[in-house]
């Protein structure tokens, strides 16, 4: 395949997930819930005309769970990439959602403020090299066609719009990922582009 061709990313937040704690930060694999087994199933069917090459997942459960689930419905292969994984919360763990500081570094790295760092865990510079490093080196591998990669809100929330040419952090912000809803990124030689982005302004979605 000619390097100059650009592959196709959608990039989806997993299925609907059931976890053996309260709602806090962790970084439990969770599992599926049979919501999101049909929230998958009907985001593979949505794609059956695109000619999926492949789908990619991060290596936590409810991930993995859902590129299995779409991946017997396109009828392709499923690999785990390092890299596609959610933020981890280091110091933070079992801390809730809305926990001020943790919300205090997250406003940082939409800032631009790369170098904070979650005690414990990485910095924002370390967050998006490590999921810029998983997208392209699967986009390397599928130049000139489409593949499904499953991931999570939060990290796709900060790098996708950071790491494309055409939107910033802001274009984000506010907007959660629903479940199971891909964004369209066309990663090429000419840079990333996104071409749609499933956020909504309602946080009930997450």
């Known amino acids: 395949m000619a390097l100059h061709c650009s592959a196709t990313l959608f990039v989806a937040r997993h299925g609907d997930a059931t976890y053996g704690h309260a709602p806090v930060l962790s970084t439990e ?5 049979a919501l999101g087994r049909s929230q998958v ?18 290596r936590m459960t409810r991930a993995v769970q859902s590129a299995e689930i779409a991946a017997e419905v396109l009828g392709v292969d ?71 990669v499953i991931s ?19 274009a984000a912000r506010g907007r959660f990922p629903p479940n199971a809803v891909p964004a369209q990124v066309e990663i090429g030689d000419d840079g990333w582009w996104l071409h749609s982005w499933p956020g909504a302004a309602d946080p009930d979605v997450v």
Do not use: C, K
């Open 29 to 33: 694999g969770g599992a599926l819930t």
């Open 41 to 58: 199933r009907s985001l593979a069917e949505g794609l059956a005309t695109q000619r999926i090459a492949r789908v990619f997942s991060s």
């Open 78 to 148: 499923h690999v785990v990439v390092d890299g596609l994984e959610e933020i981890d919360p280091g110091a933070y763990t079992g801390r809730s959602f809305s926990d001020p500081a943790w919300h205090a570094i997250l406003d940082a790295w939409f800032a631009g403020r790369d170098d904070v760092r979650v005690e414990g865990a990485q910095s924002g510079a370390e967050l998006f090299a490590r999921y810029r490093h998983a997208l392209e080196s699967i986009a390397d591998a599928h130049r000139g066609e489409r593949v499904l």
């Open 152 to 170: 999570h809100g939060g990290v796709m929330s900060l790098a996708l719009p950071r790491l494309t040419v055409n939107t910033d952090s802001a």
